[in-house]
C-alpha cells in the first residue's frame, strides 16, 4: 500500500532579520532608504555699497516738490562774503547819493533842473506813467509779499520764505526811516519846499522790493527771466515818478540801492534752505553747477550792457548839467531830466545783475 502523504520540499530559508514569507510566497526584503544629504544653508548676497552723498531727493509719488534740505551740503563761504560786499556797497551808494545830491548845492541844482525839465513831456508821458504808479499800494506790497512767500513755502522752504518777507519788509521800513528820521535836505536853494527830504523813493522801493522778493523764490530756472522782468517793471515805475514830479533822480537811485542792500544782506545769511538741488541728482555729479549757467549769463550780460549804455549817456548829461567841459553839448533842465532818467535806468539794471549774481552764486550747492 503507497503513502499519499508526501514530504514537503525543501524552501531556501530567510536570513536572519529578514521578513518571512508565508506559506503561499514570500515578500523581498525592501531596500534601505537612501540617507539624504547635508547641505549648508545659502548665504544671503552681500549688499551693494551705496555711492558716498546724501540720500535722494527725488519727488514723492504725490508729485509734490522735494524737500528744501539737502542733507551733507552747506552755503558756501565766499558767495556768502560776496554778498555781504554787494549789501556793504549798496549801503555807501545810498549815503553817497544823498551826500552828492542832496547835502551840496551843485548837486541840488542837477536834481531840481531834473525835476523841473519834467514839466516839458508831462502831458504826453503821464497818460503812460499814471497807471504804473495807480498800481503801486500797500495792497500791492502784500500781494507781492504773499506770493513770494507763498511759493517758497510752497517749494518746502521755510527760511527762504522769512528771507523774502525779511527783504520786502525791511527795504520799505528803510526807506520810511531814513527819509523822515535820518536823511534831512537842507535848503540850499530859493525854491519851494527845498527843507523837505523827499530821498528815498517810497513808491520806487515798494516796485524794487516785490520784484526783488520774487526773484530771490523762484526757481534757479526761472531767475534770469525774473530778473530781466523785474529790472523792467522798477525802471518803469521810477521813471514814472520822475515823469509825475513826484520825486527827483537821486530819490528813485537811493530807493534801488536801499533794496539792493537788503536783498544782498539776507542772501548773505543764507542756509540749506536757500540752496538748489543738486544737478542729476544727489552725490558727486550735483556739486559742480557753476554759478552763471547759459542763461544767467545772458541775462546778465544784457542788464549790464543796457546800464553800460545808458550810463554813459547819464554821466554825460549830468557833465554837461553840471558845467564839466567833458559833458555833453548842450544843457539845460531837458537835458537833466533825460539824463536822470537814463541814471534811473542804469542804475535799476545794474542793481538787477548784481542781484542775479548773488542770488544764483549763494543757491549753488
Request: glycine residues 12%.
Amino acid at each position: 500500500m503507497t503513502d499519499r502523504t508526501l514530504p514537503l520540499p525543501d524552501l531556501p530559508q530567510p536570513a536572519r532579520g529578514r521578513v518571512v514569507g508565508t506559506a503561499k510566497g514570500y515578500t523581498p526584503p525592501a531596500a534601505p532608504a537612501p540617507q539624504a544629504r547635508r547641505t549648508r544653508p545659502a548665504r544671503p548676497p552681500a549688499p551693494r555699497p551705496k555711492p558716498p552723498g546724501p540720500p535722494p531727493t527725488s519727488d514723492d509719488a504725490g508729485g509734490r516738490p522735494a524737500p528744501a534740505r539737502v542733507p551733507g551740503l552747506q552755503p558756501r563761504l565766499r558767495p556768502r562774503i560776496f554778498a555781504g560786499v554787494v549789501a556793504v556797497l549798496a549801503l555807501w551808494g545810498v549815503w553817497a547819493t544823498w551826500d552828492t545830491f542832496v547835502v551840496s548845492e551843485r548837486g541840488q541844482h542837477a536834481d531840481q533842473l531834473a525835476l523841473d525839465g519834467a514839466v516839458n513831456g508831462k502831458g504826453v508821458l503821464w497818460e503812460l506813467a499814471e497807471p504804473v504808479l495807480g498800481v503801486v499800494s500797500n495792497t500791492f506790497v502784500g500781494l507781492g509779499l504773499a506770493a513770494a512767500v507763498i511759493l517758497a513755502l510752497a517749494r518746502g522752504r521755510w527760511w527762504l520764505a522769512a528771507q523774502v518777507a525779511i527783504l520786502v519788509a525791511g527795504s520799505n521800513l528803510t526807506t520810511q526811516v531814513l527819509k523822515h528820521v535820518v536823511l534831512d535836505r537842507p535848503a540850499l536853494l530859493d525854491v519851494p519846499r527845498a527843507d523837505i527830504n523827499t530821498l528815498p523813493s517810497g513808491h520806487t522801493t515798494v516796485a524794487a522790493s516785490v520784484a526783488a522778493g520774487l526773484l530771490v523764490a523762484v526757481p534757479r530756472r526761472w531767475r534770469p527771466v525774473v530778473a530781466v522782468a523785474g529790472a523792467g517793471y522798477t525802471a518803469a515805475t521810477g521813471v514814472s515818478t520822475l515823469i509825475g514830479q513826484w520825486h527827483r533822480p537821486s530819490d528813485v537811485v537811493a530807493a534801488i540801492l536801499v533794496v539792493l542792500a537788503w536783498s544782498a544782506g539776507v542772501l548773505a545769511l543764507s542756509s540749506t534752505s536757500s540752496l538748489d538741488e543738486p544737478r542729476g541728482g544727489p552725490g558727486r555729479a550735483g556739486l559742480g553747477r557753476s554759478a552763471l549757467e547759459p542763461g544767467t549769463s545772458g541775462a546778465v550780460g544784457l542788464l549790464l550792457l543796457g546800464a553800460a549804455a545808458t550810463g554813459a549817456l547819464a554821466i554825460g548829461a549830468l557833465g554837461s548839467v553840471r558845467g564839466y567841459g567833458w559833458g555833453l553839448p548842450f544843457g539845460g533842465d531837458l537835458t537833466a531830466y533825460m539824463g536822470g532818467m537814463l541814471g534811473v535806468i542804469a542804475v535799476t539794471l545794474a542793481s538787477f545783475a548784481a542781484l542775479l549774481v548773488v542770488r544764483q552764486s549763494t543757491a549753488r550747492p
